[in-house]
């Protein structure tokens, strides 16, 4: 990497910022990116109980969305001998659950943008609660596919509108783990509710399954409605004179931070940076025009925090829950934000990349519990609908050890290799930590397909399952982590991008498995497959080499979109 001035940030790519600060005190100081404002209300200074709070809230979100999307399988059964659907006509409905999954974060994203992301989860929510009571009383096949496309269009924003939390409460260096915390139960979540499914369907009746839902979901509501607050941040107009140490400052929105739109600095420096740094040096704040001296902000961990101004006062309560948070927008069609997702995926080499990785490896998983669903119940292994069931165990376990591991390796890897280069980050140090991964994606995949190929007893299956999901958990993630730190200013749309390819992965391949079976055998299905997944993983290491340089290159593109973006960090004067 060539030499860099780490005390500007002229001509650095999108991504690239001043994360470490070598010349402190301590040799530890981590510079915070991207840059709290001075306001207490802004979620980047929120106290960290109050952070992983909401955090947590989200989380418990995507659970229970998750195992209502996945629970209807057990379902299916008692359907066909109560209401009459055929196998067919079940099909058909998870066909339609794919595509509304597919499309629904294109429509919903931009009102999270527009309108805050609080009145989605909230709305979500009610919207789930409904269709779990129509699911219990479900009589007709209008009933099965309308509960399908409902559940499965509000459910896709918990595969994109979390990012876009995680980018407004936390700081780079702390993203590794809030993604990991993400993916993990978000897979989690979907391989227990087929196992709890199993349960409830075989001791009270499927019906229940819905029932359970309505009322997890009815309590969520209101956990949701009073206890989740706005994340997203809409800067002030004009921010009062800062007091510090009795010394008035003068600072403002306009000197102290910029007052146009992020994209607009790009043309000077990163989207995450003023166009005049300002860093964090032996506890002084220091700027081509500012040299003040400030208390210790500097905590034991060695964290640079920034001035809280006191004169902002905080929200009351009932502020911090209002139901709408409208961001102004001069220049901007809200209907553009329906379809610019695409036109990110099509032109930004990350993006498209990352989605392809998240498909193919998404789509492997489902075709692993599309087989098992086919060959376990068959000899030799005669398993039950319950025992079936049992085998997201091993993913369980997969997903978790792959979670524990990767959220603090990816951190710690950054910031390791951030304090190498003078202090400079590059989202590509992230992508180092695939390659111990892609080895449990090869071997579980390999392990799996060959057991129930060759019908070899089922532990090795559920090893193949472990190995498979060790990999899966930790690749995923640091994809992710990677749009988000490239492309901060317009992750919810890449994020959108990347749901609509992974879901099209799913449906395209669970469609086309049993001709493809039936012609070349599973095992050479499984490997053909592989293959493929390898290939496009191993497109890490064209990042690693290129990655910064395709930033650079695509970085007038990236503003473009950013510039469309609403304005809510930067005040809009």
Not at 225 to 230: L, S
Not at 403 to 432: C, N, Q, Y
């Amino acid at each position: 990497m060539p030499e860099e001035n780490t005390n500007t940030t002229t001509m650095w790519p999108p991504g690239t910022v001043h994360l470490v600060e070598s010349n402190a005190s301590n040799g530890k100081d981590i510079v915070l990116h991207p840059r709290p404002s001075e306001d207490p209300n802004d979620p980047l200074n929120w106290a960290p109980s109050r952070k992983y709070w909401n955090m947590g809230l989200v989380c418990f979100y995507v659970a229970m969305v998750g195992e209502f999307i996945n629970a209807n399988t057990p379902t299916w059964g008692p359907m066909e001998t109560e209401l009459g659907f055929t196998s067919e006509i079940l099909n058909d409905s998870y066909a339609a659950g794919c595509a509304a999954l597919g499309v629904g974060s294109v429509i919903l994203i931009p009102f999270a943008l527009r309108y805050g992301r609080r009145p989605l989860y909230l709305f979500s929510t009610v919207v789930q609660f409904g269709v779990s009571i129509w699911s219990a009383k479900m009589r007709t096949v209008g009933d099965l596919m309308g509960v399908n496309i409902l559940q499965c269009f509000f459910g896709s924003l918990a595969e994109a509108i979390v990012q876009m939390t995680i980018a407004d409460l936390f700081f780079v260096h702390q993203r590794g783990r809030m993604n990991a915390l993400y993916v993990w139960t978000w897979l989690l979540s979907g391989y227990l509710g087929i196992l709890i499914a199993g349960f409830v369907a075989s001791s009270l009746g499927w019906r229940w399954i819905w029932w359970l839902n309505a009322i997890v979901f009815g309590v969520t509501i209101f956990v949701v409605g009073f206890g989740y607050e706005e994340t997203k941040y809409c800067a002030p107009t004009m921010v009062p004179t800062v007091i510090t140490n009795g010394i008035q400052t003068g600072l403002t929105h306009e000197g102290r931070r910029a007052s146009s739109h992020p994209a607009e600095q790009d043309a000077k420096g990163t989207p995450e940076e003023p166009a005049k740094e300002l860093y964090t040096e032996n506890n002084k704040t220091v700027d081509s025009d500012i040299d003040l001296e400030l208390p210790n902000e500097c905590s034991s961990r060695g964290i640079c925090s920034t001035t809280i101004n006191p004169g902002i006062p905080m929200k009351s309560y009932r502020e911090r829950l209002a139901l709408f948070t409208l961001t102004p927008s001069s220049n901007d069609s809200f209907y553009r934000h329906i379809y610019q997702p695409m036109l990110i995926l099509t032109t930004i080499p990350a993006v498209a990349w990352t989605a392809l990785v998240y498909g193919i490896l998404v789509a492997l998983g489902d075709v692993m519990s599309t087989t098992m669903s086919s060959y376990l119940p068959g000899p030799p292994y005669n398993f039950s609908s319950y025992q079936v069931g049992l085998m997201s165990i091993p993913r369980v376990i997969g997903v978790t050890i792959g979670a524990v591991i990767v959220g603090p390796l990816s951190d710690w890897t950054v910031l390791a290799l951030s304090k190498r280069r003078k202090g400079i980050f590059e989202p590509e140090m992230r992508l180092w930590c695939i390659a111990p991964f892609v080895p449990f994606i090869v071997a579980g995949a390999l392990l799996f397909a060959i057991g129930l190929n060759n019908q070899r007893p089922w532990p090795i299956i559920a090893v193949g399952l472990v190995l498979y999901n060790i990999g899966v958990t930790p690749i995923n993630t640091l994809t992710i982590a990677y749009v988000t730190d490239s492309y901060k200013d317009i992750v919810g749309e890449a994020l959108v991008a990347v749901t609509f390819i992974r879901n099209m992965f799913s449906t395209a391949f669970i469609f086309a498995l049993t001709p493809w079976v039936a012609k070349v055998g599973l095992l050479n299905t499984f490997v053909t497959i592989l293959v493929i997944a390898v290939a496009i993983i191993m497109g890490f290491i064209v990042f690693l080499l290129y990655g910064k340089a395709l930033r650079r290159i695509f970085a007038s593109r990236y503003r473009r979109y950013a510039g469309r973006q609403y304005k809510d960090r930067f005040p809009v004067l």
